[in-house]
Nanobody
């Protein structure tokens, strides 16, 4: 059974960099054709696709976040990481990691049903 677990600080100061790690167990982030994704949900708003990294290390980002977002991976630890720079209170949200097929990334989907695996989510608050 593949499981995803997000980890990272729950509180980040404005203008700093938010860094979250997703640890994958029961499966490999290098499995062919798999994509590993970050999605967030601000309180009272819908899910927002942020970006993804492929089994081979290719990345794709939401255009509106591209200048502030970086997704990387550590295959030795079977982890992938989100970094979001210059955060503001508007970046306060529950952040989820997910794993799925290429079409989910192609469509920049934030629909849970388009993914094979979904983490439980972690709350990140941006505040001084």
């Amino acid at each position: 059974q593949v499981r995803l677990q997000e980890s990272g600080p729950g509180l980040v100061s404005p203008s700093q960099t938010l860094s979250l790690t997703c640890t994958v167990s029961g499966g490999s982030i290098t499995t062919e054709n798999s994509w590993w994704t970050w999605i967030r949900q601000p309180r009272g708003k819908g899910l927002e696709w942020m970006g993804a990294i492929s089994y081979s290390g290719r990345t794709k980002y939401r255009p509106s976040l591209k200048s502030r977002t970086s997704i990387s991976r550590d295959t030795s630890k079977n982890q992938f990481t989100l970094e979001l720079s210059f955060v503001t209170p508007e970046d306060t949200a529950v952040y989820y990691c997910a794993g799925g097929p290429p079409r989910a990334t192609l469509n920049e989907s934030a629909d849970k049903w388009d993914y094979d695996y979904w983490g439980q989510g972690t709350q990140v608050t941006v505040s001084a």
